[in-house]
């Protein structure tokens, strides 16, 4: 990992983002904490946990924290070389499980940007790319899909880099290179 330790990993369902965030935060050091958002609700999540499981090794740490990760990277980040969080699109899910107050949530991300900011060590975050889709039908995946946007960009915002990720392949929008320029 280089200089640029806020890192926002970013991409569409199946794009590579997990798996590229996981060889950028193996690289920052060998005291590594993962972050993982999720609440597997059902068989299938479960077995998508238990895949993400596999793919580390037995030097990581595991947290489980679905809604204060503000709080987990205030707590934890000094204590390690890299805390890699998985997902923000699941985390925004478990908030809005939570309240639809568009404030309060608007509020943990500013909190999460903040805490990532001042974060004395590196922080991989991964989220899911959502608005490039069609508008959804229905309010409360309108409101789903607005919060990932806004978290977006203020993670792009908090980061050193960001990566996009597109059929497997990582690609630096952040910052921009005269290589990535036309």
């Not at 991409?11 to 193996?26: D, I, M, N, W």
């Not at 993962?34 to 068989?43: I, Q, R, S």
């Not at 899910?93 to 001042?118: C, F, H, K, P």
């Not at 919060?147 to 929008?173: E, F, H, K, S």
Request: a negative charge.
């Amino acid at each position: 990992m280089t200089n640029e330790n806020k890192i926002l990993v970013i991409g569409g369902c199946r794009s590579g983002k997990s798996g590229h965030a996981l060889e950028l935060a193996e690289a920052a050091g060998p005291r590594r904490i993962f972050v993982a958002t999720c609440v597997p609700h059902d068989d299938e999540m479960r077995d998508r946990v238990a895949r993400h499981q596999r793919d580390r090794d037995d030097s990581w740490q595991t947290l489980e924290i679905p809604v204060d990760l503000a709080g987990a990277i205030r707590d934890y980040s000094a204590t390690a070389d890299v805390m890699l969080i998985d997902c923000l699109t699941l985390w925004l899910s478990n908030l809005l499980m939570q309240s639809e107050d568009v404030a309060v949530i608007r509020g943990q991300i500013d909190n999460l940007a903040d805490a990532i900011t001042r974060a004395p060590r590196a922080v991989v975050l991964v989220s899911n790319e959502v608005g490039a889709g069609i508008v959804p039908e229905n309010r409360l995946a309108r409101l789903y899909r607005d919060l990932a946007g806004w978290a977006n960009q203020a993670m792009a915002a908090a980061c050193d880099r960001v990566v996009w990720t597109v059929a497997g392949i990582p690609v630096t929008i952040k910052p921009v290179t005269e290589k990535s320029v036309p």
